[in-house]
């Protein structure tokens, strides 16, 4: 089964923000994924409310947003009203990750974990069936660009097989360093959604680059 291409807005020409929006739009890409930075859970700021308000309206796409904020509970409703469907929170930046996964699903979207190179997979056991989506982390959060950890693909192995032994139906999102030297790797070892930033919006063609990581 193919896997599904969530291109990494951060990536994207700022400037030309609508144009490249409509580029991926019109492309076989599959998600939207937005990176929203506070500066403080990790050291860079991105963009914020108004940019998840104006890209929902460039498409129809499903927006995957990806909070890398402290307190994320303080923040959800917003982004939940934003027109947001998935919404990815660390499980590193609170201690109301039950709060934030039920309040999601109240509003009937997709709730996903994002967790960092460092953190042990063995921390998602108690959350693995409550949520749709682990977004595992290839790199350090916090800028674009960066090389793929190769201790990676023995994370996403072992969160696999956790997946597996817990009979949960959440989709593996690998974000950060997927380039076309590594997807065939990610998707053998379980991978169901590949977060590409820099391959895709640093290439010639858009369109030849996400139909790459689709094969």
């Known amino acids: 089964m193919s896997v599904k291409v969530s291109p990494s807005i951060l990536a994207a020409d700022f400037a030309n923000l609508s144009l490249e929006c409509s580029k991926i739009d019109k492309s076989n890409a599959d998600w939207f994924h937005l990176d929203v930075m506070d500066g403080l859970f990790v050291p860079n700021i991105s963009f914020g409310m108004p940019v998840v308000k104006t890209i929902r309206k460039l498409t129809k796409k499903p927006l995957d947003v990806h909070l890398m904020i402290v307190e994320p509970e303080k923040y959800v409703t917003e982004f939940i009203n934003l027109g947001s469907d998935i919404i990815t929170v660390h499980i590193e930046a609170t201690n109301n990750l039950n709060q934030i996964i039920n309040k999601i699903h109240e509003s009937s979207l997709k709730a996903g974990i994002a967790i960092n190179p460092e953190t042990p997979i063995s921390e998602l056991k108690e959350y693995i069936k409550k949520v749709d989506l682990i977004c595992l982390m290839g790199v350090n959060p916090g800028f674009a660009g960066q090389k793929f950890i190769e201790s990676t693909t023995e994370r996403l192995k072992e969160l696999k097989q956790l997946i597996i032994t817990s009979e949960s139906n959440a989709l593996i999102e690998v974000d950060g360093g997927v380039n076309k ?16 930033g820099s391959y895709i919006f640093n290439s010639n063609d858009y369109d030849t680059a996400i139909n790459t990581l689709k094969l």
Do not use: E, M, R, T
Not at 181 to 196: E, H, T
């Open 181 to 196: 030297d590594n997807f065939q790797d990610l998707k053998s070892n379980g991978a169901d959604v590949l977060v590409a």
